[in-house]
C-alpha cells in the first residue's frame, strides 16, 4: 500500500510522519481558541477533549522524531 502523504521512496516530495501529526496538533490548537469564551458545558468538555488529543499529538510527534532520527543513523 503506497500512501500518499508521507515521504516515501515512490514519494518524495511527502512529508514525515512529525509533520503531519503536528500540521493536525495546530489546526486542533485554533480550534481550542475559538471554544475558549464558550460557556456551556459541551464546550468545555469538546477543549478537555482536545487537550487531550494536542497532549497524545505531542507525545506521536516525539516517537515520529526519534524513529526519523533512527533511520538518519541508518543512512
Known sequence: MTFKHL???DN???KR???I???IRAEILV???NYGDDP???AKAV????LEIAQLLT????LAEVNTNTLAEDI
Open 17 to 19: 510522519t512529525e509533520e
Open 31 to 33: 480550534r481550542m481558541a
Open 59 to 62: 507525545e506521536a510527534i516525539h
Open 47 to 50: 477543549m478537555e477533549n482536545n
Open 21 to 23: 501529526l503536528a500540521e
Open 40 to 42: 456551556r458545558p459541551e
Open 7 to 9: 515521504v516515501s521512496h
Open 12 to 14: 518524495p516530495d511527502g
